[in-house]
């Protein structure tokens, strides 16, 4: 579902191609004829893991690619499945993590996410469920909570430019606003915007940011996605 609708909103969608949420996150972007990549740990040449081969032909005949730093002809051995994570997280605006246990790939993957600066979110799950113990942690950390797709796509800013700059045109029509209110307002999207990041392209004082974070919160044209990271909401 996540995958098929970033592809309806033309986000690309990476992942690395693997049995369960890799797959399906593919196979949901070309339902939609959206552009996904699948990287992997092994030469492009080679399709791993097999069960996936009508995705791995699919992606390519439908204008995604295949990315790998490795030679072609090179076979998939486990070292370099936690190696080329760091690619995939790169290469994305944002990192979800659907499904997670303790110790799992995906966490290698958040980690590197954040490292890179990347926005991290997680889909929470029941606490007795072990798939979901990974992203149940993560919240924990921190990361961004994945439970309403619309939501999210706002959040993330898969929204067209246009529909920014109609709600930008409404609010300065309808709702006045003081110097530094839209100075703050104007200089967030709908992508989470750390709290230090405002402050540096404002120019304002923390004080200052803070207070007018919390008067447009109280505006509910400002919403905090997690602790201190802003987003608008119009």
Do not use: W
Not at 24 to 40: E, I, M, R, Y
């Amino acid at each position: 579902m996540l995958g098929k609708a970033l592809a309806e909103h033309k986000a690309q969608v990476i992942s690395g191609m693997a049995v369960g949420i890799d797959s399906a996150s593919h196979a949901g972007a070309l339902s939609a004829h959206g552009d996904t990549f699948a990287v992997l740990g092994n030469g492009c040449d080679i399709c791993y893991p097999k069960s996936s081969a009508n995705i791995y032909r699919n992606i390519v005949s439908g204008g995604g690619g295949i990315i790998s730093e490795l030679a072609p002809g090179t076979n998939p051995l486990p070292q370099f499945f936690p190696r080329r994570n760091r690619i995939i997280s790169a290469l994305a605006d944002a990192v979800v993590v659907v499904e997670a246990k303790k110790r799992s790939g995906s966490l290698i993957t958040a980690d590197l996410a954040l490292d890179q600066g990347k926005d991290v979110y997680a889909v929470p799950g029941r606490y007795t469920d072990a798939l979901s113990a990974g992203c149940n942690h993560l919240i924990e950390q921190g990361a961004g909570i994945l439970a309403d797709l619309d939501n999210f796509l706002k959040n993330t800013g898969v929204v067209s430019e246009c529909k920014t700059k109609e709600a930008d045109l409404k609010i300065n029509n309808q709702l006045p606003l003081e110097k530094d209110q839209q100075m703050v307002y104007i200089d967030l999207d709908f992508n989470p915007k750390f709290i230090d990041v405002i402050i540096e392209e404002t120019g304002l004082d923390l004080l200052t940011v803070l207070s007018v974070l919390d008067s447009l919160k109280n505006m509910h044209l400002v919403q905090e996605t997690f602790q201190n990271y802003y987003c608008k909401i119009l």
